[in-house]
């Protein structure tokens, strides 16, 4: 079981910038990847970011050269440095963590959500 601790979210103008954070517990299994997933009012939870432990990354098209994703190994935390907002970025943003099993099997872990609002 893993738990993953956000921080970071709250109001800020368009134009600006955010950092959020994600701590994630002690894993008995290799944590694979870290990412963010997002999701604003009446829409589907959408893939942000992620990273993987050989810190291969992935953005979506909306936030790519104004996003960045790394992640601190030893403290086993992901961070979202986001720049630029805009307004279509407001959303609860919600940290994901993947592990791996020795045997490939892989379980899937999410944080509770930080609210991030952009004013125009």
């Known amino acids: 079981q893993v738990q993953l601790v956000e921080s970071g979210g709250g109001l800020v103008q368009a134009g600006g910038s955010l950092r959020l954070s994600c701590a994630a517990s002690r894993s008995r299994f290799s944590i694979n990847a870290l990412g963010w997933y997002r999701q604003a009012p009446g829409k589907q939870r959408e893939l942000v970011a992620t990273?993987?432990?050989?810190?291969?990354?992935n953005y979506a098209d909306s936030v790519k050269g104004r996003f960045t994703i790394s992640r601190d190994s030893a403290e086993n935390t992901v961070y979202l440095q986001m720049n630029s907002l805009k307004p279509e970025d407001t959303a609860v943003y919600y940290c994901?963590?993947?592990?791996?099993?020795?045997?490939?099997?892989?379980?899937?872990?999410w944080g509770q959500g930080t609210q991030v609002t952009v004013s125009s």
């Open positions: 994901h963590a993947e592990t791996i099993t020795p045997l490939g099997t892989r379980y899937d872990y």
């Open positions: 990273i993987t432990s050989g810190r291969s990354t």
